[in-house]
């Protein structure tokens, strides 16, 4: 019913910046809110930024000021601008779509790599 695929991922010196996307095919128009989630080695999976469908943004406290959260128009493909990246950045970052067909549901991209170097 929903896909996602994420992409933008990759290696990067501290200070530097990446943009993720997050492809969503499917029932598209049926997204509540989508979401960029990391997951270090050892820890858990932690919200990063989220997106509902009216806009609005919610941020974790350690990235505000410097990841963004965008939707293209036609809603199918979301970012996270990351600036002035930092080593405790590094972890697999999901991107995580709510989407409602009678009830909610959950889908989850397969994740892609960031890599901040010091």
């Known amino acids: 019913q929903l896909d996602l695929v994420e992409s933008g991922g990759g290696l990067v010196q501290s200070g530097g910046s990446l943009r993720l996307s997050c492809a969503a095919s499917?029932?598209?128009?049926?997204?509540?809110?989508m979401g960029w989630h990391r997951q270090a080695p050892g820890m858990k999976r932690e919200l990063v930024a989220e997106?509902?469908?009216?806009?609005?943004?919610n941020y974790a406290d350690s990235v505000k000021g410097r990841f963004n959260i965008s939707r293209d128009s036609a809603k199918s493909t979301m970012y996270l601008q990351m600036y002035n990246l930092k080593p405790e950045d590094t972890a697999v970052y999901y991107c995580?779509?709510?989407?409602?067909?009678?009830?909610?549901?959950?889908?989850w991209g397969q994740g892609t790599q960031v890599t901040v170097s010091s």
């Open positions: 499917g029932v598209i128009l049926r997204i509540e809110v």
């Open positions: 997106i509902t469908r009216d806009g609005i943004t």
């Open positions: 995580k779509a709510i989407f409602k067909v009678r009830s909610l549901f959950e889908r």
